[in-house]
């Protein structure tokens, strides 16, 4: 109980106040801020327990043991017995493009037609989306915003969390073209009546002889004189000269192993897979070809039956002991929503089996390394944006992942949200009554 | 001639040849014929206990009149010698579709509106129950099916209409080619007969789901005892003709283990024991199917096994599905060897040409011969109630019999003939003789040599003259053997032809026709009759023994127990333990279970018949219980009706939910699988324990609570149910509320009645209402926005009763006093929104607020992954809202608990009550922690240790079914691709359709 008067008395204060106006984005950092005292993940599997951390300008100056005699500069916020963490980042998300599941209106995650390269996410993000603003108490601060659906869905782009505008949110735009691997398996539709079972795809070897013929188009036309122009083929450029990465969709074991085998024949450089739920079976020869995984959600039930309980749960650590570059994300039911538990996904990962340090990896450096944004997101290093933030306790642990401070690019975000509004403001009620 | 004329003359000439005693005859002098025939030096199987050697079947007018050993055979009757020949009574089948077209769905187009009401008037109201429906109204003799089930030795079928839940009658008919049916029907209301699937051919929406069906099925036979006794002001055509037909057997298609215990239960409520139509899956819960004492009418179409060789494709099947490929052919044996009676169908195979290789296969498997013979004869003859007239050959029976080359089990035997209603059906000529074998002969100076191949009539020819192969074809038929072959000139593309009739001792007599026209003798004789090596081939055969079995684990699946665990004294020292009473969390303390009760808390325990476990370090908790859960169940919503009280889960609990296992290793141990959200007032509750290995039954608590699901707001008023559903009662949360009230008051004039002692007519839904508004039943509320929060405590109060629980009560927080003020509990989501319009305003700050407003709050899943971690969902109360950690613990043991009304037998660790407990290896709500053993009343479910030996034995089982199925492949059986089976994860929101 005492711990709740704590919060009437915090919530009659912002009140009196006024609240934060919630997702109005933080000004530019004005001041250098020093955090010192807290215990800083970094990010890349290193920890500095009582550290010192100065930015100034949206860049990390310092980073090191508090013992370190160097002044102070700015705001200085004493932290110990905080943890300090880089913001989490996810890839292969949705938040922005759609707002409410169930209202058709809100819904922009997943164009018609079947060849959409040239479809652009970042155009549709909703920058003021109340879900994207409850990331952000959490730790989410950066994602990879990417359309859905279709053999080819089209193009992501990386944004950050604090933002007035979609342009205002990039941080890295058309970062990468999405594409879903042709299924092995058929599902009986269920909703029409039929057996959800799975069988053979009949069509597999079709639907793998389209893509390739795809591709290998798109290869002819930008080798010719690009006449007429044609969108699509236009948009597939940057895989096959590898500024941009080709993420694959796909989870089965075969599916895996062809699409390796696409990828050598087609000479494309920059691939990453995604979901890769059988990608444990296979994790030698994405040692092989060296190739990181954006796994699926580690907060799902396994596939089969027959399969260990606890297997989404460690599938990220039999990769990583494979030497194996590992991401987390959160497709599935619910999923942008659901994003902000991120953090506990790693947390899960780390309960089978996984060092701490290095599953928090996986939502932050191997993250960054694989969007291509680890220049300046994903650790905590000299040089790097101050994209961080303080929590009370372990951020990967529900009970204490509690956010005082967070920070994108120096700037001091709002920690409100239409949920911590509400939360106050029917709090409020109850005490005044 | 026009076809229609044809068709004419032969419809006449077909009557003609029926022609009864009181038939005109206009085409003659009317005749009768009636000698009697006689089979004589026969091995005749009278029954499927009883067999003559050496005896003799008289038949006349269709009928046997005698059979044995001291028969006088009348001098006026043909005898027919069958030395060495076997007849046995011919089969029955009581489960066909035999001359009934198969009712043909209608196509569903889009912007097809649902249909609830029915599509007729004076019947029942639900257009499913056709009780007034008679297969023989629409039976048509199909010669062509008959002619494949006197090939596979049926001559009797029990057909009826394949379609609906009450299907009516069936007829019970002889495959009587030759005749019409005035001789070939036995019975033109055999039985009654039952499913749980709908018509095809009526779009009524209701029932959508199994207990649905279920439901139905109890209030029609409600309705026709009240009907019955004349108290009905309305007709009800289909109940008239199902009190007609009450005395009639009822045969229920089951076809499933899960489905028969199902079908017997709503049977013994009305006093009706049924036959039921299994799914040869009986084997997996042999105890509950014998406890049913129903006759089972068994398929025989055990799987082909799967193609294996691509690892690839493999992975993706299940061992569920492999053990049954070798299990399914023990099935009729495991019946035999436990007493339970049944008969054997063609039902589910492609064809009846594949039975004999199945029901070989059930006795190479053990099936006993005589048995197999009783379920083809006896049985179903007894179960009809017909043993007088089929299913023997006891004088006064129907001649009905198979004459066969030896015994009918074995896999050489042939079937020559199929008698039925003393019609002769000829299969294969029995007096063929057996012309395989090699001859020699000459012709126009060159000798030939001839190898005659197989069984007639399929017989292959192979002739050489000096070292040239000539091409060659036979045929033989009527003793006739003709053959034609090339010349050795083989340049030439010339014929010789040879027609021979087959004479004594073998020899092929006739002439040949040479390519230049000439005519000569032709004379082959077969050389010394081989040694038979078929013979010794067969013993060899009998000795190989039957391929490897899969043990039968339960649920007879992965995770399954071979063994199922037993209650133990188990002492737990050293833990830390979270009783959730107001000794708060213990430290380093130790907990005794003790027959399945909570014994003993406290320091230094011992018991010297206790198993010991040493939980230093670990914390020791009571079981995680899910107020809101839709795993282990066959079905979650019954959306046909706006109110559905009368649907149960607990009739459709399943056992064989891996998720069960899964929440085990989650360590949750109690649940209320709860009906969905479809409808304003929803199903009753099954509140389970989850004695993974049980079946069904077994998870449901002693005296479980009643409690009931209602639903508010976007599901109920079906706003994302497409622009299609806008028929049904309620489209606004406005009508919500006058669903409730409309309902409530009948249910207050219906328990009026039913209290004055007045006649009344039982209605399972307004009874399931009375029981709420006694305080005897509770209801769990879906729930979101707190305006129809408010208007559900104000409905409940305006009829004097509380709300026990609303469940996801997302907006929970905005009403919480409220609530507190009304009694209601609140059992909701950690962190769940944004998902539909009517959840903008959830907040994870919910369950906080409501905790401090003093209501009940419990956290909840509605969902078969979120259920596994609820620790973790209940420790985000911590995070938001700053709950203290021993108060968010109880919202996910004890607060549930009290919802459901088990505080008393569960929630917390006291002395006492059930030993359900999870021993964690760190603090319970810590993203690290894991579930090592969780336990129910004294049992160990799951056990971390045990679960990675059993996962080595998974591994290990499918790699040698792998072989096995790999062998079959390579002897030349017939495989499949494989399938994997899928359940959908279930939510609130899930609507079922019905696969007919």
Redesign the interface.
């Known amino acids: 109980m005492k711990l709740f008067n704590l919060y009437i008395v915090l919530t009659c204060l912002l009140l009196l106040n006024g609240l934060n106006a919630q997702q109005t984005p933080a000004k530019p950092q004005s001041e250098p801020i020093t955090i010192e005292g807290a215990t800083a993940h970094l990010g890349n599997g290193k920890v500095i327990n009582n550290a010192l951390i100065m930015f100034e300008a949206g860049k990390i100056t310092f980073i090191g043991s508090a013992n370190t005699k160097i002044a102070r500069k700015g705001k200085i916020i004493d932290a110990k017995g905080k943890h300090v963490y880089p913001g989490f980042i996810i890839p292969n998300s949705t938040l922005g493009l759609v707002e409410i599941d169930a209202v058709r209106a809100t819904d922009d995650d997943a164009e018609i037609g079947t060849w959409n390269p040239h479809i652009r996410s970042l155009i549709a993000y909703n920058a003021e989306s109340k879900v994207v603003e409850s990331m952000r108490p959490n730790g989410v601060l950066l994602g990879q915003i990417t359309p859905r659906g279709s053999r080819i869905s089209g193009t992501s782009s990386i944004v950050q969390f604090d933002a007035w505008n979609w342009e205002d949110a990039a941080v890295k735009v058309d970062d990468g073209i999405h594409m879903s691997w042709p299924n092995n398996f058929t599902q009986g539709r269920w909703w029409m009546g039929e057996d959800p079972g799975l069988k053979p795809n009949k069509d597999y070897s079709k639907h793998t002889k389209t893509l390739a013929d795809y591709f290998d188009e798109a290869k002819a036309y930008l080798n010719s004189n690009k006449q007429p122009k044609h969108l699509p083929f236009e948009a597939l450029a940057g895989i096959f000269n590898g500024s941009k990465t080709l993420y694959i969709n796909v989870d089965d074991e075969k599916g895996i192993l062809d699409a390796i085998t696409f990828i050598h024949s087609h000479n494309l450089k920059n691939v990453v897979l995604v979901s890769a739920r059988d990608a444990h079976m296979v994790a030698d020869v994405l040692k092989t070809n060296n190739i990181p995984v954006v796994l699926n959600r580690v907060h799902s039930t396994p596939n089969k039956d027959d399969d260990d309980y606890d297997l989404p749960y460690k599938s990220a650590k039999l990769l990583v002991e494979k030497g194996i570059k590992v991401a987390l994300q959160a497709n599935g039911q619910m999923e942008r929503m659901n994003t902000r538990n991120l953090p506990f996904y790693a947390g899960t990962v780390a309960a089978h089996g996984l060092d701490k340090e290095v599953a928090l990896q996986l939502i932050t450096l191997n993250a960054a390394e694989i969007l291509g944004i680890d220049d300046a997101y994903g650790s905590l290093e000299n040089g790097k944006s101050a994209t961080l933030f303080i929590s009370e306790g372990d951020a990967l642990d529900m009970r204490t992942n509690k956010l005082t401070h967070a920070f994108i690019d120096g700037r001091m975000i709002s920690l409100e949200t239409h949920q911590t509004e509400l939360w106050k403001r029917y709090s409020g009620k109850y005490t005044n009554e | 001639m026009t076809k229609t004329t044809l068709a004419v003359l032969m419809l006449f000439s077909a009557l003609l040849i029926n022609a009864q005693e009181y038939f005109p005859k206009n085409d003659g002098v009317k005749t009768t014929s009636s000698a009697p025939t006689a089979f004589i030096n026969a091995t005749i199987h009278v029954s499927h206990n009883q067999s003559i050697k050496s005896g003799t079947l008289l038949i006349k007018d269709g009928k046997v009149v005698a059979s044995g050993t001291n028969v006088t055979v009348p001098k006026d009757a043909k005898i027919i010698d069958v030395k060495g020949k076997h007849i046995y009574p011919s089969f029955i089948d009581l489960y066909s579709s035999f001359g009934i077209d198969k009712p043909k769905r209608q196509p569903r187009n889009r912007g097809d509106k649902p249909q609830y009401d029915a599509s007729r008037t004076g019947y029942y109201w639900n257009d499913h129950i056709m009780p007034e429906q008679h297969a023989m109204e629409q039976f048509k003799f199909d010669a062509k099916s008959a002619n494949e089930l006197l090939k596979a030795g049926f001559g009797v079928v029990n057909t009826h209409i394949h379609d609906g839940i009450h299907r009516g009658t069936g007829v019970l008919v002889a495959l009587n080619i030759n005749d019409g049916n005035d001789q070939r029907i036995i019975n033109a209301k055999s039985a009654q007969h039952l499913s749980f699937t709908k018509s095809a051919l009526s779009k009524q929406a209701y029932p959508t789901s199994i207990m649905g069906s279920i439901a139905l099925l109890r209030q029609f036979y409600y309705d026709a005892d009240w009907y019955a006794k004349g108290m009905s002001k309305t007709k009800d055509l289909s109940i008239e003709a199902y009190n007609a037909n009450k005395n009639l057997v009822s045969i229920f298609e089951a076809g499933s283990k899960t489905n028969a215990l199902r079908a017997d239960k709503i049977g013994d409520l009305f006093n009706i024991q049924y036959i039921i139509l299994g799914g040869g899956d009986e084997y997996e819960r042999i105890p509950e199917i014998k406890a049913t004492n129903a006759a089972f009418i068994i398929p025989v179409n055990f799987r082909e096994a799967y193609d294996v060789e691509n690892p690839?494709?493999t992975?993706?099947l299940?061992?569920?599905d492999m053990k049954a490929w070798s299990q399914e052919p023990n099935n009729p044996k495991i019946l035999e060897e436990n007493g339970i009676n049944f008969a054997l169908t063609t039902h589910k195979l492609k064809s009846p040409e594949k039975f004999k290789s199945m029901l070989l296969k059930a006795i190479e498997y053990g099936l006993s011969k005589e048995k197999a013979l009783e379920a083809l004869t006896s049985m179903p003859a007894k179960l009809l109630g017909q043993a007088s007239k089929i299913g023997s050959l006891n004088a006064g029976t129907y001649a009905n019999f198979l004459i066969t080359s030896g015994d009918i089990f074995d896999k050489k035997t042939k079937l020559y003939e199929n008698w039925v209603q003393g019609e002769q059906h000829v299969i294969l000529d029995m007096n063929q003789k057996d012309i395989s074998g090699d001859y020699e002969f000459s012709l126009n100076g060159d000798t030939y040599k001839m190898t005659i191949l197989g069984d007639a009539p399929k017989l292959k020819s192979k002739v050489a003259t000096g070292n040239v192969t000539l091409g060659s074809q036979i045929k033989y038929a009527d003793d006739w053997v003709h053959l034609s072959m090339t010349t050795k000139d083989t340049t030439t593309q010339d014929f010789i032809r040879v027609a021979a009739l087959v004479k004594e001792n073998i020899t092929l007599q006739g002439k040949a026709i040479l390519p230049n026209g000439t005519e000569t003798t032709f004379l082959a004789k077969k050389e010394t009759a081989e040694i038979d090596k078929s013979n010794s081939k067969t013993d060899k055969n009998k000795d190989v023994k039957v391929n490897y079995i899969s043990k039968i684990t339960y649920p007879n699946?992965?995770?399954g127990f071979e063994t199922l665990p037993v209650q133990e004294t188990l002492l737990f020292k050293n833990a830390t333990v979270w009783t959730n009473e107001a000794e708060g969390i213990l430290q380093n303390t130790d907990v005794l279970i003790k027959n399945g009760k909570i014994a003993k808390i406290g320091k230094n325990l011992s018991n010297s018949s206790a198993k010991v476990i040493d939980a230093t370090g670990k914390h020791l908790t009571s079981g995680i219980i899910d107020e809101h859960s839709h795993i282990a169940t066959s079905s979650v919503n019954e959306s046909g009706h706006n109110s559905t009280a009368e649907v149960s889960i607990e009739d459709v609990i399943d056992d064989e939910d891996?998720?069960i296992?899964?929440n085990l290793?989650g360590g949750v141990t109690s649940i209320q699988v709860l009906h969905g959200s479809a409808n304003p007032i929803g199903g009753r509750s099954a509140i389970i324990k989850l004695k993974w290995g049980a079946s069904a039954d077994n998870y449901i608590y002693n005296n479980a609570p009643k409690f009931i699901k209602f639903a508010l707001g976007?599901n109920v008023k079906q706003?994302?149910w497409g622009d299609n559903s806008k028929s049904r009662f309620p489209q606004t949360r406005m009508g919500v509320e006058q669903v409730y009230i409309d309902y409530f008051t009948r249910a207050k004039a219906y328990d009026a009645l039913k209290q004055s002692g007045k006649p009344y007519r039982k209605d399972i839904e307004l009874e399931t209402l009375a029981e709420i508004l006694n305080k005897e039943r509770f209801i769990s509320c879906h729930s979101y926005v707190q305006s129809e929060i408010n208007m559900l405590m104000k409905v409940a109060e305006q009829f004097n009763f509380t709300v026990n629980t609303f469940t996801h009560i997302l907006e929970g927080?905005?009403v919480?006093?409220k609530m507190a003020e009304h009694g209601a509990g609140g059992s909701t989501f950690s962190?769940?929104?944004?998902?539909?319009?009517e959840v903008?305003?959830a907040?994870?700050?919910n369950a906080?607020?409501m905790h401090?407003?003093g209501v009940t709050v419990a956290i909840n899943s509605d969902d078969?992954?979120?259920s596994?971690?609820l620790n973790?969902e209940t420790?985000?109360t911590?995070?938001?809202?700053?709950m203290?950690?021993e108060d968010a613990w109880k919202f996910i043991t004890l607060n549930p608990a009290k919802l459901l009304h088990i505080d008393d037998r569960v929630g917390s660790i006291k002395i006492g009550k059930d030993a359900d407990l999870v021993l964690w290896s760190d603090h319970p709500?810590?993203?690290?922690?894991?579930a090592e053993k969780t336990i129910i009343e004294g049992v160990t479910y799951f056990d971390i240790e045990r679960?990675k030996a059993m996962?080595k034995a998974?591994a290990k089982e499918?790699r040698i079914l792998i072989n096995e199925m790999l062998k079959a492949k390579n002897k030349g059986e017939k495989t499949q691709?494989?399938?994997?089976?899928?359940?959908?994860?279930m939510h609130c929101d899930y609507v079922?359709?019905?696969?007919?």
């Open positions: 690839f494709l992975d993706a299940q061992l569920s699946m992965a995770y891996i998720n296992y899964r290793a976007e706003s994302n927080y905005k919480a006093d962190d769940w929104w944004a998902y539909k319009y903008n305003d907040i994870p700050y906080a607020i401090n407003q078969a992954e979120m596994r971690r973790q420790a985000k911590v995070k938001y809202g700053g203290s950690e709500m810590s993203v690290y922690t894991k679960d996962r998974i499918k691709a494989i399938k994997q089976k899928k359940k959908v994860h079922e359709y019905q696969i007919n």
